[in-house]
């Protein structure tokens, strides 16, 4: 298979979300957001706690609901559609808290992701997946629940992988994680991103890393979208370091 | 001896049919976290839909009782199964992101609709059913004393035991089980994952109220009378064993109504049959005080 360039900028993205306003009650979460991801990226959006990344997460798989603006995937307008119908177009989400069905056990965890996947090809991704992360080769009998923290997270993308998505959100995977596992996950996402032209967008508090990770970001203060550009660009740039990284590494 | 070996065998039989019934509670708890109250009444009505079938099905000619019996049970399953979807649809559906007692109120509503619409439609005379199913074996004879088995009991113990054993499989080795249990455990992540949650709870209640009716059929043709009442001293001592073996537990409830079933046959064996009701909701009471997660029930705490 041949690599596209991925910031060659293709007439439609894959993911485009324009002037996205979104409510949790009535507190306004997200600002007139404008974000895209084209395929083949890997696009981090970072920002402070509590700043609206993961509500932008759910709100494009439909929950809490846009309530204005547009959210186009794969050429269809999703933003009416209801949630289960939005990730059969092929988006895959690893949520944040990592939402492991913590009484079943890892296969059938891994069984759900394969949930709206054709059963013929189970063996076959069950196969991929458990060769990218072997520790949940060796816990495919346990309980979910039982798992450490690193493996429920390694659980929650072999999960969302298991949909063969055309496109895996993913919400803060190295949240309470050590470094040596947060940086494992990591090399695991661009080696998929590079072999298998995954496209992923990852949202992060864990700046240095999602930076050096993706090809372009976003940076979202509250529930606003304040700068974007490539990754590299933002790691130079004097307010992200203040903001995001001092201490950081 | 003889005496308490008869009892356990009609102890059981009752059991078997609590247990149909206190599955729809557990699973509808488990799925939505509310007691459908309007679930003895389901099981109420479908045993008057058994009766209506069956006399209707006799009087088109068909007199070749097995075939008639095994009609009865496939149209009952289908049309109780109807009646819970359409509940669920009016009575929770609409309620389901209200406040938490707000379906608790339709559902008692639903059971007094269910309740009044019978008594109107069916009047409140007791509808008697001759016995269909006849003859037994003889276990054993001491002292004069027959311990037996009918062939109604045994054809109430086998269903039941089939239809645990199948649904076991449904729920636990079939991607709708996984689903169904999914949604249990959260249903954000059931529905970012592509399951359609809301046709899940629907399946639910068709799956509980399809069961309950093959418990309303069969307690028809056992004890030969119905009324439009009989729904709710069943419902309720379903939702004790329900509650006995662990709400939320499939096994419990079944394991649940098994034991409700026994404790009242043998109170009312040994002590006194006009208090046997008084023994089932007394076990209620002292299950929620002294164990309220129940014999199988999961303890509420989970590590995060």
Redesign the interface.
């Known amino acids: 298979m041949s690599q596209p360039n991925p910031l060659l900028e293709t007439p439609e993205p894959l993911l485009e979300i324009k002037g996205v306003n979104s409510f949790y009650g009535k507190i306004q979460a997200l600002r007139t957001v404008d974000l895209s991801v084209h395929r083949g990226e890997i696009v981090t959006l970072i920002g402070a706690n509590g700043a609206g990344k993961s509500t932008l997460m759910m709100t494009i798989c439909g929950k809490p609901p846009c309530r204005d603006g547009t959210i186009r995937f794969d050429g269809r307008d999703i933003h009416a559609l209801p949630m289960h119908e939005i990730m059969r177009l092929g988006i895959a989400q690893s949520p944040e808290g990592r939402r492991i069905f913590g009484r079943m056990s890892v296969l059938e965890n891994l069984q759900l992701g394969a949930f709206l996947t054709d059963p013929h090809h189970f063996e076959e991704d069950l196969e991929r997946v458990l060769q990218l992360f072997p520790v949940l080769k060796e816990r495919s009998g346990q309980r979910g629940g039982t798992l450490s923290g690193g493996e429920q997270q390694m659980l929650a993308i072999a999960r969302a992988l298991m949909g063969r998505p055309k496109l895996l959100l993913l919400d803060e995977p190295s949240l309470g994680l050590a470094p040596l596992i947060v940086k494992q996950i990591f090399s695991i996402l661009k080696e998929l991103n590079r072999t298998q032209n995954l496209t992923v967008f990852l949202v992060e508090q864990n700046a240095w890393h999602a930076l050096h990770l993706a090809h372009r970001a976003y940076v979202m203060v509250n529930g606003r979208i304040t700068l974007s550009g490539k990754g590299s660009e933002l790691l130079e740039k004097e307010e992200v370091r203040a903001a995001y990284l001092e201490g950081g590494q | 001896m003889e005496y308490f070996l008869q009892q356990l065998i009609n102890g059981v039989t009752l059991g078997s049919i609590y247990g149909l019934i206190a599955i729809g509670y557990t699973m509808v708890y488990g799925i939505i976290g509310m007691i459908n109250f309007a679930h003895g009444d389901i099981f109420m009505v479908s045993s008057f839909i058994s009766l209506i079938v069956f006399l209707a099905l006799l009087s088109l000619g068909l007199t070749f009782i097995p075939l008639a019996l095994f009609l009865v049970l496939v149209i009952s399953m289908v049309i109780t199964a109807a009646y819970g979807w359409t509940v669920e649809r009016l009575a929770y559906r609409p309620l389901r992101d209200s406040f938490r007692l707000a379906p608790l109120i339709t559902a008692i509503g639903m059971s007094i609709v269910l309740q009044n619409y019978v008594q109107i439609a069916q009047g409140a005379r007791v509808k008697p059913l001759p016995p269909i199913i006849k003859g037994s074996y003889t276990l054993m004879e001491h002292d004069g004393f027959i311990v037996q088995i009918s062939n109604m009991q045994i054809i109430i113990i086998l269903t039941t035991l089939i239809l645990m054993l199948g649904f076991s499989w449904l729920i636990s080795r079939t991607?709708l089980g996984?689903?169904q249990?999914?949604c249990e455990?959260?249903r954000?992540?059931?529905?970012?994952?592509?399951?359609?949650?809301d046709r899940t709870i629907s399946l639910t209640f068709v799956i509980g109220a399809a069961l309950a009716s093959v418990a309303g059929f069969m307690y028809l043709l056992y004890y030969g009378v119905i009324d439009f009442y009989i729904g709710f001293v069943a419902g309720i001592k379903a939702f004790t064993a329900a509650v006995l073996g662990g709400i939320g537990s499939l096994p419990g409830a079944m394991l649940g109504g098994l034991i409700i079933g026994l404790i009242e046959t043998f109170w009312s064996a040994y002590f006194s049959i006009e208090y046997k009701d008084v023994a089932a909701f007394a076990t209620l009471a002292i299950v929620l005080i002294f164990m309220p997660s129940g014999l199988l029930g999961?303890p509420e705490v989970?590590?995060v």
């Open positions: 991607s996984r689903s249990r999914a455990q959260d954000t992540m059931a529905a970012l994952l592509g399951v359609n949650v999961k989970e590590k």
